[in-house]
């Protein structure tokens, strides 16, 4: 399938006349110093253990993202683009492929309607945080737990349409679109949710990346989830279903506090008795909601809303694994010449609906992060942020660390945008 | 612009034996004065020979509209039919400039200082124009089928200078005037009369800022 799909994005692009295109590259280079300190020597998630952070401790100078986006548009309002990143995070650096996609956007008639349409390997249509090159986050370094979660494990390969209704032909200042995606390689959504849980991070999974899961003892010798392969595939089609997800949007640009709203479903609608070499299919169903409104002159606030359930099962039903989830994050943000401040507040949880042993996926946690942000020049920012995580997680006493965790991250970043 | 209305006025002079200065004060319901609406007169009694020189522009003659800090400047402006505009990208990004209406469609990407051609505008009325890559981008021109056509200056009068005497109508048109087809029609005759008060039946929509409700210059389409 993987395969496939690269084959076919290679054949457009080489049918598609390239000197008639406008090419552009952007992107962008974020370094950082990071200082990570936790009350017990817990390991980051993305070394298999229960750190909500990326980062080690003691990370030191790290590349925290060189985002690059190519794209190529025609005449005719087709265009490919095509975003590849490296992460520099210590013992987990990884080059590759986070989109790739065709896509076209038509213009709106004189009736303000306007289709657009992408095909390939993109993101759902969910954060209001990652609205930047290469899907960086210009408020804060670290996104929030929710959108977070959607860079490891969430990603359409399939068809997207949006159907928009602007209402600026019609003296209106209000916008409508209907988002549909259809969508496979997401059957293993869930496991690294359910696994290790929340996490805060600026790390995205590449199109090719396997993530580790933690030893937990249920993937013990003989145990329920034996079978269960050491990393995750998270791009994987199993059972050949389509998946869908719909999102409705209303933006009303009010003079004084504009604002956007949107509310969408997420189900991958996998068959759950699948595995295959030791990759389940897990059933994957969410609802979630987005505002963001400008209260005040430069005051802006950010909030998202996520709430679902995921589950597997063995091949003949005989365990499970099944999670309720909820997240939802308020940022507040203040900006001012070159300078910009924002506070967010999260609070978060996995609740284990299931009995299986050696598998215990309860989590509550709550999250705070400040960041300061100075624009150098129109192109280079310096940007410090403290992270504050505090979680409570029965899992991590299989490795023998507090169940109760705070963690703490200080960062300085360096970002310059091309 | 003005080549075109000093050879109409060549035309017309050989009509008309008077000239006047007319001047339109346009003034909303609270009597402040607007700025930028489209002040348009076209002559009602106009015997054929001369409406058949008049009406057909020897030279096509251009208005630039500019796009510069990701707006169309000036938002609002006027044309003959026939003639063209300019569009001159003062930025340094692409643009992807489109005209929604009518039989004056047309669209076309215009890379950062650069500058390109619409084709001749053949149809009167309003061209709603936007970019497809900034959607809060936003500009109208007007076109008509007289050469007697300007904007109100700030002081919200519209002037004509060396009007030839006689029966027309007048018109006034803005994107945000929110009226029927945004016109206001009323005739009149210039002669004794040269000057004119005009107060709208309504305030004008809140006219667009044009601007991104995001502050940061590297975003994207997600």
């Known amino acids: 399938m993987k395969n496939y799909f690269i084959k076919t994005i290679f054949f ?52 925290a993202q060189l985002g690059v986006v190519y794209k190529a548009s025609w005449q005719n309002n087709v265009s490919i683009n095509i975003v590849a990143n490296a992460f520099g995070n210590k013992k987990h650096e990884n080059i590759g492929i986070t989109e790739a996609f065709v896509r076209y956007k038509g213009l709106p008639n004189n009736a303000g309607w306007r289709l657009q349409t992408k095909a390939g390997f993109f993101y759902p249509k969910i954060s209001l945080e990652n609205n930047a090159v290469a899907w960086s986050n210009p408020y804060t370094l670290n996104n929030s737990t929710l959108n977070t979660w959607i ?44 696994w290790h849980g929340w996490t805060s991070a600026s790390r995205q999974s590449l199109f090719q990346e396997k993530l580790k899961l933690a030893p937990f003892p249920a993937r013990w010798p003989g145990k329920p989830l034996a079978a269960q392969a050491p990393y995750s595939d998270p791009f994987l089609e199993l059972d050949n279903r389509w998946g869908a997800h719909i999102v409705g949007q209303w933006q009303f640009h009010h003079r004084q506090h504009p604002f956007k709203i949107n509310i969408g479903y997420y189900n991958n609608n996998t068959n759950t008795s699948i595995e295959i070499k030791g990759q389940y299919t897990w059933r994957m169903r969410f609802v979630h909601a987005g505002l963001k409104v400008k209260l005040a002159k430069k005051l802006e606030l950010i909030s998202q809303y996520m709430h679902g359930n995921t589950y597997m099962q063995g091949k003949n039903g005989g365990f499970a694994v099944n999670a309720n989830f909820n997240n939802a994050f308020i940022m ?7 300078h910009q401040i924002a506070l967010r507040m999260e609070e978060f949880s996995l609740d284990d609906l299931d009995n299986t042993w050696g598998d215990n996926n309860n989590e509550y946690g709550r ?5 300061y942000r100075y624009r150098l020049s129109k192109h280079s920012f310096i940007q410090s942020e403290y992270n504050w995580l505090q979680t409570n997680r029965p899992a991590r006493w299989y490795v023998k660390q507090p169940i109760k965790l705070i963690e703490r991250q200080l960062q300085l970043a360096f970002r310059v945008y091309f | 612009m003005i080549r075109l209305n000093l050879f109409c006025l060549l035309i017309l002079s050989s009509f008309y034996n008077q000239a006047a200065q007319v001047q339109i004060t346009i003034m909303a319901p609270n ?52 003639q063209i505009i300019l569009f001159d990208n003062n930025d340094d990004i692409t643009h992807h400039i489109y005209s929604v209406s009518g039989k004056n469609r047309f669209e076309f990407k215009i890379k950062g ?73 009323q005739n009149i005759t210039i002669g004794k009369q040269t000057s004119w008060q005009i107060t709208l039946p309504k305030a004008l929509l809140p006219i667009p800022k044009q601007e991104s409700e995001d502050d940061f210059d590297f975003l994207e389409d997600y």
């Open chain 2, 31 to 82: 009597k402040s004065v607007i700025a930028n609406l489209v002040v348009f007169l076209t002559p009602i009694d106009l015997s054929s020979i001369a409406k058949a020189t008049i009406f057909s522009p020897q030279v096509i003659l251009q208005k630039i509209i500019k796009q510069k800090n990701k707006k169309f400047v000036p938002y609002i402006d006027v044309v003959q039919k026939g």
């Open chain 1, 12 to 63: 457009i692009t080489c049918a598609l006349p390239a000197h008639a295109a406008e090419q552009s590259l952007h992107g962008i280079v974020d370094t950082r110093l990071i200082n990570v300190s936790a009350k017990s020597n817990s390991t980051s998630y993305l070394l298999g253990g229960y750190g909500k952070f990326d980062n080690k401790k003691n990370s030191g100078l790290t590349l």
């Open chain 2, 113 to 185: 200082n650069k500058n390109k051609k619409s084709p001749i505008l053949n149809s009167t009325g309003e061209v709603a124009m936007g970019c497809n890559i900034h959607d809060w981008m936003s500009g109208y021109v007007y076109v008509v089928d007289t050469p007697f056509f300007t904007k109100t200056n700030t002081n919200g009068k519209a002037i004509f200078n060396d009007m030839p005497t006689g029966q027309y109508q007048l018109s006034i048109w803005h994107p945000q005037l929110d009226v029927s087809n945004n016109t206001i029609t």
């Open chain 1, 332 to 338: 507040l943000r203040k900006h001012w010449q070159q």
């Open chain 1, 151 to 194: 860079a490891e494990e969430l990603r359409n390969t399939g068809l997207q349409f949006t159907l928009e209704k602007l209402g600026k032909f019609n003296h209106s200042q209000q916008d409508f679109s209907l988002n549909l995606s259809v969508f496979k390689n997401n059957d293993t959504t869930g496991a690294m949710l359910t």
């Open chain 1, 367 to 371: 999250g705070l992060t400040l960041s």
